[in-house]
């Protein structure tokens, strides 16, 4: 087991052993025990109670932050050129069809988000091997296949991300910067657990929510009651 840095360890002694905290006194401890010198990503894992191998115990859903995430997501529109200023005013970072499917057939996918049109998504199907495992590939579930492009552009830079169940039953998402204010981190966290809540599929028996965890980049993890959320 790796050593501790002296940092680490004055994280760990600020988290009291075996407590389930609140989400609002995690946001604030999020805080406090974050230590690197950039400003680390607050991320929420929930374990849920379902199978995921299981079609019908399949989790998968978006969810519009109230506070966005703090990072600059960057938007590809694939997109025909009727719909390309459309695209653009609404702030995507790159705009454009058939030189950015070649682009990606040669490996290029320096995006966090692709949004497409339904006629466009033929010509995404081959590429699949190098979209999927990236989580890149536009789904109609996600909001990310539409015509609304505009409107599906300035969502995503607004706050929206899409998140999907493991195949450990988990969800992890991005919820924040630690420089966000407590209230802040607390607003989006709840927003996605009350959004997970919402979609319990009704094949789940048993306890849904079995366990959240909030973490920074650089800090250990502090668990959540999920009673108290």
């Known amino acids: 087991m790796a050593k501790l840095t002296k940092k680490q360890k004055e994280a760990v002694s600020k988290i009291e052993k075996n407590k389930l905290y609140s989400l609002k006194d995690a946001s604030i401890l999020i805080k406090q025990i974050a230590s690197a010198k950039f400003d680390e990503s607050v991320d929420i894992a929930v374990k849920l109670g379902v199978d995921p191998r299981k079609a019908n115990q399949m989790v998968r859903g978006v969810v519009a932050l109230p506070h966005g995430t703090g990072k600059n997501m960057r938007v590809l529109a694939l997109v025909t050129p009727d719909k390309e200023a459309e695209a653009k005013e609404a702030g995507a970072?790159?705009?454009?069809l058939d030189d950015y499917l070649q682009k990606i057939k040669?490996?290029?996918?320096?995006v966090d988000v692709i949004v497409t049109m339904p006629a466009v998504m033929g010509k995404l199907g081959p590429l699949g091997r190098i979209l999927?495992?990236?989580?890149?590939?536009?789904?109609?579930k996600t909001g990310t296949v539409t015509m609304e492009i505009g409107k599906a552009v300035a969502e995503i830079k607004a706050g929206k991300i899409d998140f999907k169940v493991d195949k450990t039953g988990i969800v992890h998402?991005?919820?924040g910067k630690v420089s966000f204010d407590a209230d802040?981190?607390?607003?989006?966290?709840?927003?996605?657990?009350?959004?997970?809540?919402?979609?319990k599929p009704t094949a789940a028996k048993g306890t849904y929510i079995k366990s959240i965890h909030l973490t920074s980049t650089m800090s250990p993890a502090?668990?959540?009651?999920?009673?108290?959320?």
């Not at 040669?106 to 320096?110: F, V």
């Not at 502090?222 to 959320?229: E, F, M």
């Open 93 to 96: 970072d790159h705009v454009g």
């Open 106 to 110: 040669d490996g290029w996918t320096d």
């Open 132 to 140: 999927g495992p990236r989580g890149l590939m536009p789904n109609p």
């Open 173 to 175: 998402a991005g919820i």
């Open 184 to 199: 802040k981190i607390t607003e989006n966290a709840h927003e996605i657990i009350q959004t997970l809540i919402k979609l």
């Open 222 to 229: 502090i668990a959540l009651d999920p009673k108290a959320v």
